[in-house]
């Protein structure tokens, strides 16, 4: 069974920045394409980062040019590295597997104050 612990998040001012982890435990992470996903209040669960094994990467128009993902293999580890943050980027952020997510973690709240 998968699990996925995210951490990193809190509450920065906009145009500041933060750096968001998701562990996985268990071996699949290193065959897996992963994704950052986020999901604001009254709005539905959106995914705004991919990578897949070799590094290749896809964002959201939204967060492209301002959030970068990144994996670490060998220690099951995928990254999300936001800057220029928004207020509209306020939401709780998770990980995940991708195409088939496999049960959610409890996520990582991030907040943007204007």
């Known amino acids: 069974q998968v699990q996925l612990v995210e951490s990193g998040g809190g509450l920065v001012q906009a145009g500041g920045s933060l750096r968001l982890s998701c562990a996985a435990s268990?071996?699949?992470?290193?065959?897996?394409?992963m994704g950052w996903y986020r999901q604001a209040p009254g709005k539905q669960r959106e995914l705004v980062a991919s990578i897949v094994l070799r590094g290749n990467t896809n964002y959201a128009d939204s967060v492209k040019g301002r959030f970068t993902i990144s994996r670490d293999n060998a220690r099951n580890t995928v990254y999300l590295q936001m800057n220029s943050l928004k207020p509209e980027d306020t939401a709780v952020y998770y990980c995940?597997?991708?195409?088939?997510?496999?049960?959610w973690g409890q996520g990582t709240q991030v907040t943007v104050s204007s």
């Open positions: 995940n597997l991708l195409p088939n997510p496999r049960t």
């Open positions: 268990g071996s699949i992470f290193s065959i897996n394409t």
